[in-house]
Nanobody, 115 residues
Framework: QVQLAESGGGLVRPGGSLRLSCAAS????????MAWHRQAPGKEREWVAV???????MYADSAKARFTISIDNTKNTVTLLMNSLKPEDTAVYYC?????????WGQGTQVTVSS
């Protein structure tokens, strides 16, 4: 089993920045991928960014040039640095870990972008 714990959400003004972290614990293999998704009120959950255990990142178009995903393999922690935040970035942000055909999800952390 794998457990994920997100942190770092909160309220930020438009144009501001937030850093989200997701710490994974449990039975983690050498090869995995960790990703961030988000779900805004009344909308479906959407993928934001993903990074492999080897460090290769990929971004959704909505996150390119504003968000940076990184991984610390020594701590099994993935971080999402979000800059130039917009009101439309308001959502619950979830991290997940995929390995060996299984996907594990965290509980989510609220990000609210509002003046």
């Amino acid at each position: 089993q794998v457990q994920l714990a997100e942190s770092g959400g909160g309220l930020v003004r438009p144009g501001g920045s937030l850093r989200l972290s997701c710490a994974a614990s449990g039975s983690i293999s050498d090869s995995f991928a960790m990703a961030w998704h988000r779900q805004a009120p009344g909308k479906e959950r959407e993928w934001v960014a993903v990074i492999s255990s080897g460090g290769t990142p990929m971004y959704a178009d909505s996150a390119k040039a504003r968000f940076t995903i990184s991984i610390d393999n020594t701590k099994n922690t993935v971080t999402l640095l979000m800059n130039s935040l917009k009101p439309e970035d308001t959502a619950v942000y979830y991290c997940n870990l995929a390995q060996a055909g299984s996907v594990y999800w965290g509980q989510g952390t609220q990000v609210t972008v509002s003046s």
